[in-house]
């Protein structure tokens, strides 16, 4: 069975610091990662994948498939960057249905 | 519209009432998911739709719970005889199809059974 764990429940965070999201998976094939973010008020969204290997809004985040995490992480956090984070994984055998984590609530203090 | 819809955004009802919440999926996607949030939780996954074939209804917590999509557009998520443990936040979302997809989201519908 596949499943996804966010140790954090809350993080807060000094504007200017860095910060980082934690997530580990469990999946016995090769997962695909992603990360949504739900601002206050908004829906869920999509902030980045693995396999796009981006940077959105200066976050980044990358599968490590040894430890099996795809942690999140910005150099330096905004205030716009309080939100509700929550890391997902989609299989890779024709099921499209993503498995979330139990999010992470990040408050950047001013 | 440019997004998913959900209606109604909120809905009250009375333990053993039924309910019906609807989604709008964006315009040509094909498919349509269902997800369940409750307090505190991430969304868990309910149903998946590919245009109006239900391919995986694996996590529909009991046979109370029921959805559909007749014309692989507009979709209805039924539940009967409604629990205080059915009070969450209903999620669908909807995607392309197809793996590498984004799957877009709807805002919610929050039930809560009194």
């Known amino acids: 069975a596949q499943r996804v764990t966010q140790p954090e429940k809350l993080l807060s965070v000094f504007k200017g610091a860095p910060v980082e999201l934690k997530c580990n998976y469990s999946y016995s094939g090769s997962p695909e990662l992603f990360w949504y973010v739900q601002y206050s008020r908004q829906r869920l969204q999509l902030l980045l994948r693995?396999?796009s290997r981006e940077s959105i809004k200066g976050f980044t985040a990358d599968l490590n498939k040894g430890e099996t995490s795809f942690h999140l992480k910005k150099p330096f956090a905004q205030e716009e960057d309080s939100a509700m984070y929550y890391c997902a994984l989609h299989s890779n055998f024709g099921n499209e249905k993503l498995t979330f984590g139990t999010g992470t609530r990040l408050t950047i203090i001013p | 519209g440019a997004g998913v819809s959900q209606s109604p955004r909120y809905k009250v009802a009375k333990r053993g009432q039924d309910v019906a919440l609807r989604c709008d999926p964006i315009s040509g996607h094909v498919s349509l998911f269902w997800y369940q949030q409750a307090l505190g939780q991430g969304p868990e996954f309910l149903t998946y739709f590919q245009n109006e074939a239900q391919l995986d209804k694996s996590g529909l917590p009991s046979d109370r719970f029921f959805a559909e999509r007749p014309e692989g557009s507009v979709s209805t998520l039924k539940i009967q005889r409604t629990q205080q443990e059915d009070s969450a936040v209903y999620l669908c979302?909807?995607?392309?199809?197809?793996?590498?997809?984004?799957?877009?989201f709807g805002q919610g519908t929050r039930l809560t059974v009194v």
């Open positions: 979302a909807s995607s392309l199809g197809g793996s590498h997809t984004e799957a877009f």
């Open positions: 693995h396999i």
